[in-house]
Every structure is written in C-alpha cells, then in structure tokens.
C-alpha cells in the first residue's frame, strides 16, 4: 500500500509539474502535453503489462481530454477570487472548482475508457467523439446562446461546451456498462476542481503576503498536482 501511495505522489508531481510548464506555451496544446506526460507517468509506475502494449493510447486519450479544457476561459474567474468582496471571492473559487472539475472530468474520463476497452468490450470512439460534440452544441446553444448563463463574460464561455461534452461521455459511460471510467472520471474531477480553487486561494495568499514568486505558477501546479494524484488514486 505504501508503495501505491508513492505512485500516486509521483503522478501528482508529474502532471503538477508539466501543468505549470503547460502555463508557459499554450491553451489546448499545453493541456495536452501535461495530461499526456501524466498519463504516461501513471502506466510506468502501474506496473501493468497489459496496459504497456496500449501506453500511446492510453497517453493520447489523456491529452485529448485534458487538452480539451484548455479552450476554457478562467482569467477572469481568477479575479474575482481575489477580490476583497466574500461574495466576488465566493463565486470566483466556486467558478474555479467547476472549470477544474471539468479538466478532470474530460481527461479522467476518456483515459479510463481506454483502460476499461477490451477486445470483448471496445470503446465505440466514433460514436462517443459524436455524442461529446452534440452534447458540447446542444449545451452550449442551451445555456448560453438561449439562456444568457454567462460565467466569464467578456470573454467566452466555452466552458458550457465541456459542460456537454463531459455529461455526453457520462451517459456513453452508463449505457454501455462502463463503471470504473465513471469512478475515474468523478474522482479525477473533484481532485482537479479542488486544485484550481485551492490553488486560487494560496495565489491570492502569497501575493497578499508579498511572497516574491510566481504565484500564478503555484496555483497551475496545484491544479495539476490534486488532479493528477486523484486521477492516480482511482486508477490504482
């Protein structure tokens, strides 16, 4: 057991460390290289054969789905949990804990569906890459095109898209008995929306303390180190 607990601290730094980096070179692509890198890390400290012969799978669907938060907005989420107002810092951490949530969701649900893909029970990916676009549109043009559910106006809210998308691949996941996934993917999110809203908080702490350090990069860390040690924990 103690030896498990290692893997999921050595997961949790991986991807915590390669999403800091991430913060210096790009939105979807950044995402992507520090989900995969994570992902890779969590297969070579698994120890599971099986799951070396489909490591490049496994890494590439971790990428897509981590990747694919990164067309989110935050920037100005980030500000309101700085705020001086409890109600502004309020929202702004529970806004943060959603957007994290759903990095968590999508890239720790789509990896787990390629460890749960067997040859008597294969992932349908057309399918389910066609059920997460619809759901992405029809949530999208719900909530905010007919609705006007804005959370970071002005800047754009495709944070409603992801929204779709993660709840379309859960229901793929429930319709074709695939629990584990689910479990994945559940877990992984609160990890990750706890490490955005966490990291939020311990950003606006070192720079009310005047720490002088890249508190931004802190906060990508922790965002990183809570979702990838989660999406560890219910994976091993």
Same mark, same amino acid.
């Given at each position: 057991?103690?030896?498990?607990?290692?893997?999921?601290?050595?997961?949790?730094?991986?991807?915590?460390?390669? $999403?800091?980096?991430?913060?210096?070179?790009?939105?979807?692509?950044? =995402?992507?290289? =520090?989900?995969?890198?994570?992902?890779?890390?969590?297969?070579?400290?698994?120890?599971?054969?099986?799951?070396?012969?489909?490591?490049?799978?496994?890494?590439?669907?971790?990428?897509?789905?981590?990747?694919?938060?990164?067309?989110?907005?935050?920037?100005?989420?980030? !500000?309101?949990?700085?705020?001086?107002?409890?109600?502004? &810092? =309020?929202?702004?951490?529970?806004?943060?804990?959603?957007? !994290?949530?759903?990095?968590?969701?999508?890239?720790?649900?789509?990896?787990?569906?390629?460890?749960?893909?067997?040859?008597?029970?294969?992932?349908? $990916?057309?399918?389910?890459?066609?059920?997460?676009?619809?759901?992405?549109?029809?949530?999208?043009?719900?909530?905010?095109?007919?609705?006007?559910?804005?959370?970071?106006?002005?800047?754009?809210?495709? $944070?409603?898209?992801?929204?779709?998308?993660?709840?379309?691949?859960? $229901?793929?996941? =429930?319709?074709?008995?695939?629990?584990?996934?689910?479990?994945?993917?559940?877990?992984?999110?609160?990890?990750?929306?706890?490490?955005?809203?966490?990291?939020?908080?311990?950003?606006?702490?070192?720079?009310?303390?005047?720490?002088?350090?890249?508190?931004?990069?802190?906060?990508?860390?922790?965002?990183?180190?809570? !979702?990838?040690?989660?999406?560890?924990? &219910?994976?091993?």
């Amino acid at each position: 057991m103690k030896k498990q607990w290692f893997n999921i601290l050595a997961v949790a730094m991986t991807l915590g460390t390669t $999403w800091a980096i991430r913060g210096h070179f790009g939105h979807e692509q950044g =995402a992507a290289w =520090a989900g995969g890198i994570g992902a890779l890390a969590l297969v070579l400290l698994s120890q599971r054969k099986d799951w070396y012969a489909k490591m490049v799978t496994i890494s590439l669907s971790a990428a897509i789905g981590w990747g694919a938060g990164g067309m989110m907005s935050y920037g100005i989420v980030v !500000g309101y949990g700085r705020s001086v107002s409890f109600l502004n &810092a =309020a929202y702004g951490l529970l806004m943060l804990f959603v957007l !994290g949530g759903l990095f968590g969701l999508l890239g720790g649900g789509l990896m787990g569906l390629t460890l749960d893909s067997t040859k008597e029970k294969r992932v349908k $990916w057309g399918s389910l890459m066609a059920e997460m676009i619809a759901g992405g549109i029809l949530f999208y043009s719900f909530l905010i095109t007919k609705h006007n559910l804005l959370m970071t106006p002005p800047r754009h809210e495709t $944070w409603a898209v992801c929204l779709g998308a993660g709840m379309a691949m859960l $229901w793929y996941m =429930a319709r074709n008995h695939h629990p584990v996934p689910v479990r994945i993917a559940v877990i992984t999110a609160l990890g990750a929306g706890f490490g955005f809203a966490f990291g939020n908080f311990l950003q606006t702490l070192g720079t009310v303390l005047e720490i002088n350090f890249n508190m931004w990069n802190v906060m990508e860390y922790s965002l990183g180190f809570f !979702g990838g040690g989660s999406m560890a924990y &219910a994976v091993l």
